[in-house]
Nanobody, 126 residues
Framework: QVQLVESGGGLVQAGGSLRLSCAAN????????VGWFRQAPGKEREFVAA????????YYADSVKGRFTISRDNAKNTVFLQMNSLKPEDTAVYYC???????????????????WGQGTQVTVSS
């Protein structure tokens, strides 16, 4: 079992930055790939970024590439999402999710992640 808790959301002006954190319990968290997803009102949940269990591979949605950076500190059981140059269209609830990743490709599909946090609201004003 993996429990995830997101933090770091808030209200920011367009062009600003936020850093989201996803803290996990469990001694085997380092074997889990982690993804960030977001859901805006009236829209489906969409992939934002993912990082492999080792941290060696990262993946991004085209809409955030070059602005967002995903990273992890396995010693602290935490994954981060640094969000720069934020736009109003980035406004959403952001969720982190985990799936066992050792020996498996890192997925962009939310249905392949079995563990989810409660979400943190990010609001970008214009």
């Amino acid at each position: 079992q993996v429990q995830l808790v997101e933090s770091g959301g808030g209200l920011v002006q367009a062009g600003g930055s936020l850093r989201l954190s996803c803290a996990a319990n469990g001694r085997t968290f380092s074997r889990y790939a982690v993804g960030w997803f977001r859901q805006a009102p009236g829209k489906e949940r969409e992939f934002v970024a993912a990082i492999s269990w080792s941290g060696e591979s990262t993946y991004y949605a085209d809409s955030v590439k070059g602005r967002f950076t995903i990273s992890r500190d396995n010693a602290k059981n935490t994954v981060f999402l640094q969000m720069n140059s934020l736009k109003p269209e980035d406004t959403a609830v952001y969720y982190c999710a985990a799936t066992y990743g050792l020996g498996r490709p890192t997925s962009r599909r939310p249905d392949e992640y079995g563990y989810w946090g409660q979400g943190t609201q990010v609001t970008v004003s214009s």
